[in-house]
């Protein structure tokens, strides 16, 4: 299995401040990595795909980059409604054979906790 | 807007099988692929497999011995059967829908709130 870790594990900002969460892969995954926005209770939310896409809706504060091993979350002026869990995922593995028999694992990082500081 | 609801038991016993299901509204299930992730308490997200539309089942390899999915089109739902259930199977269980981009970048991009299982006796 691919095997993803973030730094930091949390984080403690203010509104307006720029925060950048790191994510990587112990194997070059090219750009098949999602992020994504956790809040205990409500559905999660799908931020950034393919490294650097902004997925529909989400705002413009989050921006997304990277490639190979290495991957950025960036978020600029925070605001109360991004004090959350972020997470990324990789994407790379499997190949969508549809074969079956076929296996999948599709591996998170263990998550960033941005909170109020 | 699409929405998904998850529903299941609540709680079950060890050894005893887990059977989940994911309501889907707003939209049909196909052409999507559906997932399931689950969240022990304390710690992080663990993939358990996805399902396509057509019924064609990848799970994670370490949960493939004791895992079925299933897509019921008509009555747009899908379902997760976890048999063989321990302590360590208990968490938040969430479904979401995947997609592709052009055929390639995978991302789930519909959530459901989760449904909390304990196992226990």
């Known amino acids: 299995d691919i095997q993803m870790t973030q730094s930091p594990p949390s984080l403690s900002a203010s509104l307006g401040d720029r925060v950048a969460i790191t994510c990587r892969a112990s194997q070059a995954i090219a750009t098949f990595l999602n992020w994504y926005q956790f809040k205990p209770g409500r559905a999660p939310k799908l931020l950034i795909y393919a490294a650097s896409n902004l997925h529909g809706g989400v705002p413009s504060r989050f921006r997304g980059s990277g490639s190979g091993t290495e991957f950025t979350l960036t978020i600029t002026n925070l605001q109360p409604d991004d004090f959350a869990t972020y997470y990324c995922q990789q994407t790379y593995n499997p190949p969508f054979t549809f074969a079956p028999g076929t296996t999948s694992a599709l591996t998170f990082g263990p998550g960033t906790k941005v909170d109020f500081k | 807007q699409v929405q998904l609801q998850e529903s299941g038991p609540g709680l079950v016993k060890p050894s005893e099988t887990l059977s989940l299901t994911c309501s889907v509204s707003?939209?049909?299930?196909?052409?999507?692929?559906w997932t399931w992730v689950r969240q022990p308490p304390g710690k992080g997200l663990e993939w358990i497999g996805y399902?396509?539309?057509?019924?064609?089942?990848s799970p994670n390899p370490s949960l493939k011995s004791r895992v079925t999915m299933s897509v019921d089109r008509y009555n747009h739902q899908v379902s997760l059967t976890l048999r063989s259930v321990t302590a360590a199977d208990t968490g938040v269980y969430f479904c979401?829908?995947?997609?592709?981009?052009?055929?390639?970048?995978?991302?789930?991009?519909?959530w459901g709130k989760g449904t909390t299982v304990t196992v226990s006796s």
């Open positions: 979401a829908r995947g997609d592709r981009v052009n055929f390639s970048h995978f991302y789930m991009d519909v």
């Open positions: 399902i396509y539309y057509s019924g064609t089942a």
């Open positions: 707003g939209d049909s299930v196909n052409p999507y692929y």
